[in-house]
């Protein structure tokens, strides 16, 4: 089971939109599962999921992305400003997307 959630995403990259009705509701019932491993893969099959529909989509927008992101940097949790360092990371990695016009906002947004 765990296996599975964790690969639930595997391959459908460009495709994953089209199959979000069959992919999503098992990912989300394994938050509720009693083994933590089962959530915490389910938790990480979901974030590739998304990852995958941003990084592969048309239909995508950054500059209505970065404000939300910008916008949630304010929590003090660091386990919340962590996870939205790795989304940074991950547009970063996107070829068609240039964070570097966007670095201030996160480095002020970090450090307040």
Not at 92 to 111: C, E, H, K, Q, R
């Amino acid at each position: 089971r765990v296996d599975r959630i964790s690969c639930s995403n595997s391959g459908l990259t460009s495709e994953a939109a089209q199959h979000l009705d069959q992919i999503v509701p098992p990912v989300l019932n394994s938050f509720s599962d009693q083994d933590s491993r089962v959530r915490y893969y389910a938790c990480e099959a979901l974030y590739n999921i998304a990852k995958d529909i941003v990084t592969e989509s048309d239909q995508f927008s950054i500059e209505e992305f970065i404000p939300l992101l910008r916008e949630r940097m304010n929590v003090l949790n660091p386990y919340v400003r962590q996870f939205l360092v790795g989304w940074i990371t991950v547009l970063d990695s996107v070829p068609d997307i240039d964070m570097l016009g966007f670095f201030l906002i996160f480095l002020m947004a970090l450090t307040c």
